[in-house]
């Protein structure tokens, strides 16, 4: 799994209804949904936390999920990224990927993201890695 950043989640539910589902165990774990597109079948999820660290002034949490039909139901692509701000001036991205270590911003965000992708009920995850 060494360098996937990518989840995919596979269910028997339309697309509309994965969006609404994902974007419901996001809010509940705290996250707010920045913007959806039931025609698009995209949803961008974000989650702020505030200090971090003696330089970090504030890190977010970004995650896309994106709908495509599958041969039975929906598979929702989900992406993210750590945005990380020090000093109230430089500003710093990390895309999610799987590592053996904790320590990177990035695999902070990809745990997240594996913990509400595996709390769909029902669903099938899988894991990739694409260019980006």
């Known amino acids: 799994m060494k360098g996937t950043n990518t989840i995919v ?27 959806l597109d039931n025609d698009l079948g995209y ?13 970090t002034n504030n890190t977010a949490f970004v995650f ?15 992406t993210g990224d750590a945005e990380i701000v020090y000093n109230n001036v430089n500003r710093m991205t990390e895309h999610m990927f799987w590592a053996k270590s904790n320590l990177t911003w ?17 669903a099938q995850i899988g894991y990739k890695t694409i260019k980006r």
């Open 43 to 55: 949803m961008v999820i974000e989650h702020n936390i505030v200090g971090g660290g003696i330089t």
């Open 9 to 35: 989640i596979q269910t028997t539910d339309s697309a509309n209804v994965a969006l609404k589902e994902i974007a419901r165990s996001m809010v509940l774990a705290g996250y707010s949904v920045k913007s």
């Open 64 to 78: 896309k999920a994106v709908a495509s039909p599958a041969v039975a139901g929906t598979l929702l692509t989900l």
């Open 106 to 122: 990035g695999k902070q965000c990809f745990t997240v993201a594996e913990e509400i992708a595996k709390g769909y009920q029902g």
